[in-house]
């Protein structure tokens, strides 16, 4: 749960940042360029934190999923082997 919150307001950070960079730019002026460029890298950093949170949240996904399988089809054999032979006849 952890991990699809964090991955979601990561994602979040892209909107708000283009906003900001289309709004120093509409600025303009002599000074807008640290700010433009700083704001891009935040774009950067901001992607790789995203791609990073949503990679580590598709492994536990999957990671999880494959263990209630397992655990389900280890029941059910158990649970097959504990039977008689007349039930299978």
């Known amino acids: 749960i952890g991990l699809t919150i964090a991955s979601t307001a990561a994602a979040l ?3 708000y940042l283009t906003g900001k960079l ?12 640290p700010s433009v460029i700083r704001t891009l890298g935040a774009l950067g950093v901001s992607s790789l934190v995203a791609c990073a949170l949503g990679f580590g ?6 990671w999880v999923s494959e ?3 397992t655990d389900l ?3 059910t054999y ?12």
Do not use: E, M
Not at 22 to 33: E, F, N, S
């Open 13 to 15: 950070v892209w909107p």
């Open 67 to 69: 263990r209630i399988s």
């Open 57 to 62: 949240r598709t492994w536990t996904l999957s």
């Open 78 to 89: 158990s649970h097959l082997q504990s039977l008689s032979l007349r039930y299978f006849s």
């Open 22 to 33: 289309v709004d120093d730019l509409q600025a303009g002026g002599p000074d807008v360029w």
């Open 73 to 75: 089809r280890l029941r």
